[in-house]
């Protein structure tokens, strides 16, 4: 996906917006980690079940 375009940026500006300071960039940097790292798991969880049906 194209990080401008997937949405990412509109939760940092709302968030944003409702606490009517900006955030750190510390913690857009652990946000986007944690985002990253859960985007994985759910890969290797699909590849994970498509290598265990190829075999049944």
């Known amino acids: 996906p194209v990080p401008v375009l ?5 939760v940092f500006f709302s ?3 409702l606490r009517g300071a900006p955030l ?3 913690k857009m940097e ?4 944690v985002g990253l790292v859960l985007l ?3 890969m290797a969880l699909a590849l ?3 290598v265990t049906r190829l075999f049944e």
């Open 6 to 10: 997937d949405g990412g940026h509109l």
């Open 30 to 33: 652990i946000a986007q980690q």
């Open 15 to 17: 968030i944003e917006a």
């Open 48 to 50: 994970f079940n498509d």
């Open 24 to 26: 750190s960039m510390r």
């Open 40 to 42: 994985l798991g759910l």
